[in-house]
């Protein structure tokens, strides 16, 4: 998911970011239904990301004692903030790095070797 969003988010055919990460988050009065939507779009990411580290879990691709809620926002996080970058100027290498060091806390994590989350 980080890597397909890193090359998606830094192409410069398309405009760079994420609508629903970076549009109308800052609304003027009578426009809160808006905001509201992508609100609600970005929960139902966040939903499908947790749904899968839960599904993981259950299948043994995800260690155990995994905290599923925590991790999946820790990854739609870091994924949000590449969109965030992107828009700023980021490269697509410069998100994979993100990426790597995204995917080196998510090893720590899921070893039971980084902080708890």
Do not use: F, W
Not at 29 to 55: N, P
Not at 64 to 89: I, K
């Amino acid at each position: 998911m980080l890597r397909r969003n890193a090359d998606a988010y830094a192409d410069t055919g398309t405009p760079l970011g994420c609508m629903i990460v970076l549009a109308a988050t800052n609304l003027g009065r009578g426009h809160e239904h808006v905001g509201h939507l992508l609100a609600d779009l970005r929960a139902q990411d966040l939903a499908k990301v947790t749904e899968r580290i839960e599904r993981g879990l259950a299948e043994g691709d995800v260690p155990e004692g995994v905290d599923a809620p925590a991790l999946a926002s820790y990854l739609v996080t870091v994924s949000q903030g590449m969109a965030l970058r992107a828009r700023d100027g980021c490269t697509a290498r410069e998100a994979h790095t993100v990426v790597d060091a995204a995917m080196t806390a998510y090893d720590a994590i899921t070893a039971g070797a980084g902080p708890a989350i």
